[in-house]
């Protein structure tokens, strides 16, 4: 018997309203049956009196006492504008017009007899400002936010997105969040944040001192997954930093999950959006436990410039920094190595990489073979049994991806037991005249 698939989309409610007939256009040509509908509604006081922020817009001091900071004391960033355009960490500033909107979309959505997920965010609210994980003020609210969600519109779900510390290509996102909150929460969890902050300064220091043949080696050799640790006379505490992050990650979600079950009932579907599993521990998220809080798993895999292939860039830069006496080109491989990307053929010099141009997710880079990876890597990590859906680009979000290519990785998902996919933009896929 075949199974049914979960075809989804992620649509704004403008687009929508904008496009009458577009659903339908949408489920005779790519099988539609769900929609991931960005959340613009205007949340009632009930739920904005749970918001950490004190005042609308927020004060520039105020949101300073709510983000992540590093472990070296800085905050996770001084630019702070997407938070004094929000009413409380990861939502914006709405309307009645917008809840209107919204609300007359999900409707158009439910008509043409579709499933509907609420899109909201978490925590990383782009680049690298992060409202701190183990910050109560923080997780009252964003439990208030999602259980409002769950229970107002009739929808069958909520997608969380950004459920993560930043993304692995600002290297500096790796040693958030060391603030006092997240010092008590990692007592809480039974870890030491003085253990954990002595053996990961240790170990820079040890990579620092490594000769230019142990570099050599580094970037050159089929290193084993121990290797690294005889290298830098790595200790427990920074095992111990990344399982204390994934272990937030969880906790917090856990507890989101169990207050919208609660009120939407237990059939109500909650659950996010995977990073690329590759390097996925890197921000924070361990995705064998993913069925202990969540639904569902959706691979994000449809951002591969942003994610990906800025990573190596990122990380490449850092280890020259770090240690002059790598070549761009050892740099680089170091790079794939630690991230777990050196099996495929990739630059040897950061050009090739053609970082913001409408091809660079394919002119060098081997597209099919590097998303497949994550997503085998995904689908062995996620517990068996837990519905998942890769996320794949589908045309214009940022970039359009070769049709052939998309085909090849809706026909990997399926090989793959994947349960459907997701898709991010329409343009590839089909032809219609979008407004």
Same mark, same amino acid.
């Given at each position: *018997?075949t199974k049914s698939l979960r075809v989804g989309l992620y649509l704004e409610p403008e687009i929508i309203i904008r496009n009458p007939g577009y659903l339908e256009a949408l489920q005779d040509g790519i099988g539609l049956n769900l929609v991931i509908l960005t959340f613009t509604?205007?949340?009632?006081?009930?739920?904005?009196? !749970?918001? $950490?922020?004190? @005042?609308?817009?927020?004060?520039?001091?105020?949101?300073?006492?709510? &983000?992540?900071?590093?472990?070296?004391?800085?905050?996770?960033?001084?630019?702070?504008?997407?938070?004094?355009?929000?009413?409380?960490?990861?939502?914006?500033?709405?309307?009645?017009?917008?809840?209107?909107? *919204?609300?007359?979309?999900?409707? *158009?959505?439910?008509?043409?007899?579709l499933d509907v997920w609420l899109l909201a965010g978490m925590y990383t609210a782009y680049e690298s400002l992060m409202f701190c994980p183990g910050n109560e003020q923080n997780n009252r609210w964003y439990e208030a936010y999602y259980t409002h969600l769950a229970t107002a519109? /009739?929808?069958?779900?909520?997608?969380?997105t950004h459920a993560r510390f930043p993304k692995t290509s600002l290297p500096r996102g790796i040693f958030l969040c060391g603030c006092r909150h997240c010092t008590q929460a990692a007592q809480e969890l039974g870890y030491d944040m003085a253990a954990m902050r002595a053996d &990961?300064?240790?170990?820079?220091?040890?990579? #620092?001192?490594?000769?230019?043949?142990?570099?050599?080696?580094?970037? @050159?050799?089929? %290193?084993? $997954?121990?290797? *690294?640790?005889?290298?830098?006379?790595?200790?427990?505490?920074?095992?111990?930093?990344?399982?204390?992050?994934?272990?937030? &990650?969880?906790?917090?979600?856990?507890?989101? +999950? +169990?207050?919208?079950?609660?009120?939407?009932? $237990?059939?109500?579907?909650?659950?996010?959006?995977? !990073?690329?599993?590759?390097?996925?521990?890197?921000?924070?998220?361990?995705?064998?436990?993913?069925?202990?809080?969540? =639904?569902?798993?959706?691979?994000?895999?449809?951002?591969?410039?942003?994610?990906?292939?800025?990573?190596?860039?990122?990380?490449? #830069?850092?280890?020259?920094?770090?240690?002059?006496?790598? @070549?761009?080109?050892?740099? %680089?491989?170091?790079?794939? +190595?630690? @991230?777990?990307?050196?099996?495929?053929? %990739?630059?040897?010099? &950061?050009?090739?990489?053609?970082? /913001?141009?409408?091809?660079?997710?394919?002119?060098?880079?081997?597209?099919?073979?590097?998303?497949?990876?994550?997503?085998?890597?995904?689908? %062995?990590?996620?517990?068996?049994?837990?519905?998942?859906?890769?996320?794949?680009?589908? /045309?214009?979000?940022?970039?359009?991806?070769?049709?052939?290519?998309?085909?090849?990785?809706?026909? =990997?998902?399926?090989?793959?037991?994947?349960?459907?996919?997701?898709?991010?933009?329409?343009?590839?896929?089909?032809?219609?005249?979008? #407004?």
């Open positions: *018997m509604g205007e949340l009632p006081p009930e739920v904005l009196a !749970y918001s $950490p922020f004190g @005042s609308i817009p927020p004060s520039p001091t105020r949101v300073r006492e709510l &983000i992540s900071y590093h472990l070296d004391g800085e905050p996770c960033t001084t630019d702070l504008e997407v938070a004094l355009r929000s009413v409380g960490p990861h939502v914006s500033i709405s309307s009645p017009q917008a809840e209107a909107t *919204m609300r007359r979309a999900l409707k *158009m959505c439910q008509t043409a007899g519109y /009739g929808v069958q779900g909520i997608d969380i &990961i300064a240790h170990a820079l220091a040890s990579i #620092k001192q490594l000769t230019p043949s142990q570099l050599t080696t580094l970037a @050159s050799s089929a %290193l084993g $997954p121990l290797d *690294m640790l005889h290298f830098s006379g790595m200790r427990s505490g920074v095992i111990d930093w990344f399982r204390f992050r994934a272990d937030l &990650i969880a906790r917090n979600l856990k507890r989101f +999950r +169990r207050a919208v079950h609660q009120a939407a009932g $237990p059939d109500f579907i909650f659950g996010a959006d995977t !990073y690329p599993a590759s390097t996925s521990l890197f921000a924070g998220q361990d995705q064998t436990r993913w069925g202990d809080f969540a =639904d569902f798993a959706s691979p994000l895999l449809s951002h591969v410039e942003n994610f990906p292939m800025k990573t190596f860039v990122a990380w490449a #830069k850092s280890f020259q920094q770090w240690l002059p006496q790598l @070549s761009e080109a050892e740099a %680089l491989q170091l790079a794939y +190595r630690m @991230s777990g990307y050196a099996e495929l053929k %990739l630059p040897d010099n &950061i050009a090739d990489f053609a970082l /913001g141009e409408p091809d660079c997710e394919y002119r060098h880079i081997p597209l099919r073979q590097l998303v497949r990876l994550d997503m085998a890597k995904a689908k %062995l990590y996620l517990p068996q049994g837990l519905p998942a859906y890769p996320i794949l680009q589908g /045309g214009g979000a940022p970039y359009n991806w070769p049709l052939p290519i998309v085909q090849q990785l809706m026909a =990997d998902a399926l090989e793959l037991d994947y349960d459907g996919y997701i898709f991010q933009g329409t343009s590839v896929l089909m032809e219609y005249d979008l #407004k």
